[in-house]
């Protein structure tokens, strides 16, 4: 990504230190956050300082890699133990933190001695965000031929590079239509209540200069509706193995009507959020956030301050389920690093297994 005219990563490690863009400040500020502990990496996912999927899997990674080079040599083992266990609370729902968490793991585990062991998790953790920026970038070449010239396309959240090392997953596509001079729309629903969508899809494609309209999430089925969207284009942060995705709240609503008006529904995901041990969309745990981020907005005021202001009355309680479950019979198809996947156990197996044949859709 781009930001400036300087090429950024969403987070990287330099030496021990763990490096993000502070998803927080933008759209107003764009800042640079330092982790130098895995403790204020696995704080900055619990913050959403870092957030999206494939990002928080690559800070995962990496805060594993800062456990790994702290770690006294007396209990390393235990440290490491303990590393783990505190990145896996930070927050439940997306694989690709898990699977980051679980890959560094076995790497050390598999390491002859403490030094190896340390340069194993590094190197782990480096891979891994190397191949979600190149899974992202795949994810676009596969989905760009499903955008026609000047297709008008409706997301969710933020899955662009931000929730991505880079790329992204749902906005690659759009990205590399683009950059081939399709020219595509895309409607971006605000997303409530931590506002992804206004506050980061928003920005991100003012960056890479592509057409867009925010839209309140209850204007989405109007222009679905009116026939103004030629296809929906979602990201996810968990796919059973089954093809129930879970993905930002909302999502399932606009499964329903884009079914309801046959329009394709796409979701973009990498490997590394399919998750053939969760059997249905039913065992994905879903992130409860507090209410607060219901009842309060905040973001900055005419005369230039942040503010946070009280929406609701005092006395109102809320809820606030950060995700949902989209069926599996909702999804068109997956795009993914290797191609469109039908929403089929089969297919979806043979995917994350790594099959060369590929059942077709
Ligand atoms: O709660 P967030 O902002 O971390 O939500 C995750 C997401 O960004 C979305 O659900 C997204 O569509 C999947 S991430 C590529």
Redesign the pocket.
């Known amino acids: 990504m781009r930001v400036q005219g300087r090429s950024y990563r969403s987070v990287w490690l330099e030496g021990a230190v763990v490096r993000l863009i502070d998803q927080r400040l933008l759209p107003h500020q764009f800042a640079i956050l330092d982790c130098p502990t895995s403790h204020d990496t696995a704080q900055a996912i619990v913050t959403?300082a870092v957030?999206?999927?494939?990002?928080?899997g690559a800070a995962a990674g990496f805060g594993m890699a800062q456990a790994a080079l702290g770690a006294p040599q007396g209990s390393f083992a235990s440290s490491i133990e303990q590393a783990a266990r505190m990145i896996r609370s930070t927050?439940p729902?997306?694989r690709d933190l898990f699977y980051a968490v679980e890959c560094v793991e076995a790497s050390i585990r598999q390491a002859p001695d403490l030094e190896a062991a340390r340069r194993a998790a590094v190197q782990t953790a480096q891979r891994l965000a190397d191949e979600n920026a190149a899974a992202g970038e795949q994810i676009g070449l596969a989905g760009e031929p499903l955008l026609q010239d000047g297709a008008n396309v409706m997301t969710?959240?933020?899955?662009g590079w931000l929730?991505?090392a880079d790329w992204?997953?749902?906005l690659a596509p759009i990205y590399q239509a683009q950059r081939r001079g399709k020219r595509p729309f895309v409607y971006v629903p605000e997303t409530r209540p931590?506002g992804?969508g206004a506050k980061l899809t928003a920005w991100e494609l003012g960056q890479e200069g592509v057409s867009h309209a925010l839209i309140a999430d209850t204007a989405c089925g109007t222009f679905i509706q009116r026939g103004e969207v030629d296809c929906l284009l979602?990201?996810?942060?968990r796919i059973a193995a089954n093809g129930d995705v879970?993905?930002?709240i909302g999502?399932y609503t606009l499964a329903v009507l884009a079914d309801r008006h046959h329009v394709p529904f796409y979701v973009a995901?990498p490997r590394s959020?399919f998750d053939l041990s969760t059997p249905t969309g039913a065992a994905i745990v879903i992130?409860e956030r507090g209410e607060e981020e219901v009842l309060w907005v905040w973001g900055r005021s005419a005369d230039d301050t942040w503010q946070r202001v009280q929406i609701s009355p005092a006395a109102t309680r809320a809820r606030n389920p950060?995700?949902d479950v989209t069926p599996a019979a909702l999804v068109t198809a997956f795009i993914t690093e290797a191609g469109l996947i039908p929403p089929r156990p089969d297919a979806i197996e043979a995917f994350v297994r790594r099959e060369t044949a590929l059942p077709s859709a």
């Not at 957030?51 to 928080?56: D, E, F, M, P, Q």
């Not at 979602?234 to 942060?237: K, N």
């Open positions: 959403m957030r999206g999927a494939g990002a928080i927050r729902t997306a969710q959240c933020n899955a929730a991505f992204g997953s749902a931590r992804q979602v990201g996810a942060d879970a993905n930002k999502t995901a959020t992130e950060a995700f």
